[in-house]
């Protein structure tokens, strides 16, 4: 069972404008996320996260909105650029039993077209 | 300053053989873990070390088997390979293991084959 869902394989937008991942989630354990940025050919890459006690956090152009109530958390790119096309990955942690591992989602591909 | 290291890039293997991955953290980071990456899937966490000590183990058989060594360096060991272990296998360091300071930086993967 997926406890971390990106729903949409695929985004394609054009350069300059606002980008949005989305992500859900389904354990309720779950207090810190996480997203990841990956290029073909190599590890991912760490983007920005959030604590369950925060709603907003920002850097620079990406900014992670995180609704507990929903269980979901969204990324914002703006203004979205060509260098943005990569896989984006949605990743949570929260174990019971304290154990920080990393549970992600299966990934969304971004196309920035310029 | 050097990233998180992997060793080998590629590697092709036989089912049945046995393959040893290498990881170097970040120098001052003293937890790795392991992930799997199937094609089109997200990464599957296989295990996590601490300060040597194994602190997470994710859904793997016993074939799959790590350790680390005193200067954070981690190997991943897998036993009577077959093909669905073919995959790319992450290593990601951190500086703990959990509190604030998770964020965890990865390395290029090694892209394993098994034939």
């Known amino acids: 069972d997926q406890q971390v869902k990106q729903n949409s394989p695929s985004l394609s937008v054009q350069e300059g404008r606002i980008s949005i991942l989305n992500c859900d989630y389904t354990n309720s354990m779950f207090d810190y996320f996480l997203w990841y940025k990956k290029y073909p050919a190599e590890g991912p890459t760490f983007l920005i996260s959030i604590s369950s006690i925060k709603d907003k956090n920002e850097d620079g152009r990406f900014t992670v909105f995180l609704n507990k109530s929903a269980k979901h958390l969204s990324l914002h790119i703006v203004p979205s650029q060509p260098g943005d096309s990569a896989v984006y990955f949605c990743?949570?942690?929260?174990?019971?039993?304290?154990?920080?591992?990393?549970?992600w989602g299966l990934g969304t591909s971004l196309a920035v077209n310029p | 300053d050097a990233g998180v290291t992997q060793s080998p890039t590629h590697l092709i293997k036989t089912r049945g053989q046995h393959v040893t991955l290498r990881c170097s953290p970040i120098s001052g980071h003293k937890s790795v873990s392991w992930y799997q990456q199937v094609l089109g899937q997200g990464p599957q966490f296989i295990f996590q070390?601490?300060?040597?000590?194994?602190?997470g183990r994710g859904n793997f058989p016993d074939r799959f088997s790590a350790r680390q060594f005193p200067n954070y360096s981690s190997e991943l060991n897998v036993n009577a390979l077959l093909l669905g272990d073919s995959a790319l296998y992450l290593c990601a360091s951190s500086l703990a293991w959990r509190g604030s300071s998770y964020e965890q930086y990865f390395g290029p993967g090694t892209r394993l084959t098994v034939t």
């Open positions: 990743a949570a942690s929260g174990d019971p039993g304290n154990n920080r591992k990393l549970i």
């Open positions: 070390y601490y300060e040597k000590e194994e602190r």
